[in-house]
């Protein structure tokens, strides 16, 4: 089983701070989705990357994929309580059709 | 299009009861898939399909029936409900099943509750 560890688990910020979610994992993925997902909802895809060093950027937010295709990271930058929410990020296994999710980052903004 | 659509929103069962999680989509995908979310964790899937007919197990396929007799429907039967069962169940839907390029999209989900 590929298991994919998201840091940290919880993070309450004040607006206009950045902030950096981790994902990482022993395997290599094929691709990486990070998906954001609000309460009561499912989650809804924010980006893929998939080659090794790729670095994609979504207004305030900007995604990287290691070199090795191993981890990724999220950077928020001037974070606003809109950006609350739930982050998970999901790996595609070479077997494709079958993602790894991991167990998610809270993300709370205070105004 | 109305998306990936999952009824019922909310659903409550004594253990050993059985019950069906229904699942549609109007955009035409290919692949279909279960996953559950318990608190703390991210989503591990429970069965797939890659088009209608075909089903495949996933990480957490125990307790779980499902079948797909067409391109739109994908249910989820839950032979005889354990208190092991209650999570918030989505259902997801995409083109194909490679992600570089396919876009999954997620149901509202079913919040499940197992007395």
């Known amino acids: 089983t590929q298991l994919l560890e998201q840091s940290p688990q919880f993070l309450s910020i004040q607006e206009g701070e950045n902030l950096t979610v981790y994902c990482n994992s022993s395997?290599?993925?094929?691709?990486l989705q990070w998906y954001r997902q609000e309460p009561g909802e499912g989650p809804v895809l924010l980006v893929t990357?998939?080659?090794?060093?790729e670095v994609k950027k979504l207004k305030r937010l900007t995604f990287q994929f290691g070199d090795a295709r191993k981890d990724s990271s999220l950077h928020i930058t001037a974070a606003q309580p809109g950006d609350t929410g739930l982050y998970l990020c999901?790996?595609?296994?070479?077997?494709?059709?079958?993602?790894?999710f991991g167990d998610g980052t809270t993300l709370t903004v205070k105004p | 299009n109305a998306g990936v659509t999952q009824t019922p929103k909310f659903q409550v069962l004594k253990t050993g009861q059985s019950m069906t999680l229904q699942c549609a989509q109007d955009?035409?995908?290919?692949?279909m898939s279960w996953y559950r979310q318990d608190p703390g964790m991210g989503l591990r899937l429970i069965h797939y399909s890659v088009g209608a007919g075909i089903t495949d197990q996933g990480e957490v396929p125990n307790g779980y029936n499902v079948s797909r007799s067409t391109t739109e429907d994908f249910p989820l039967r839950l032979l005889s409900a354990a208190p092991s069962q209650t999570s918030v169940y989505f259902c997801a839907s995409s083109y194909s099943r490679d992600w570089a390029y396919n876009e999954q999209f997620f149901g509202p989900g079913t919040r499940l509750t197992v007395l």
């Open positions: 999901a790996g595609e296994s070479t077997n494709a059709g079958k993602s790894t």
């Open positions: 990357v998939v080659t090794g060093g």
């Open positions: 395997s290599v993925f094929s691709s």
């Open positions: 955009m035409n995908h290919e692949y």
